[in-house]
């Protein structure tokens, strides 16, 4: 399959993609190619989103980042949310409302535990391998104000 071939044909945002429909095929390699345009991306992040809109109820996604990269702190007022590591290491910190660090934790993707953040809940995740994917699950739909900035 060439990369031109790939589900990245759906591109909404820049390194934003969604599948075509549900139970799309992904290829073997998907992950490396997830990777590889997060490289390219001057955010050093590229998502894959397995909903194909983001009108969906149910919205699953692959995140890939490059080192270095450290989110911007911000929380999700509507919903809660789920992250799974799947390759490499992030630090996952909660902050309170004046951005003072609340708890911090490294999440691996060779122990591949889901973390869970509660609604409203300040949190950002700082890169320290040298890529880092996970699964975002979370409830949709996303809109304007789905993601707040601290």
Not at 63 to 75: E, G, K, T, V
Not at 119 to 147: C, K, N, Y
Request: aromatic share 10%.
């Amino acid at each position: 399959m060439k990369e031109s071939e790939f589900l990245f044909t759906n591109e909404t945002a820049p390194e934003v993609f969604h599948n075509l429909h549900w139970e799309q095929e992904l290829p073997k390699d998907f992950l490396n190619q997830l990777v590889e345009k997060a490289k390219v991306n001057p955010n050093r992040k590229a998502r894959l989103c397995l909903h194909p809109s983001p009108k969906e109820l149910l919205q699953v996604t692959y995140l890939a980042f490059c080192n270095p990269y450290s989110d911007r702190i911000h929380c999700h007022p509507h919903r809660t949310e789920v992250l799974l590591p799947i390759l490499g290491q992030a630090k996952f910190t909660t902050f309170n409302s004046i951005a003072q660090a609340v708890s911090s934790r490294v999440i691996d993707g060779s122990f591949p535990a889901a973390t869970s953040t509660a609604q409203g809940t300040w949190h950002a995740i700082e890169v320290l391998s040298p890529t880092f994917v996970m699964i975002e699950i979370g409830t949709g739909p996303f809109l304007r104000d789905s993601t707040t900035f601290l």
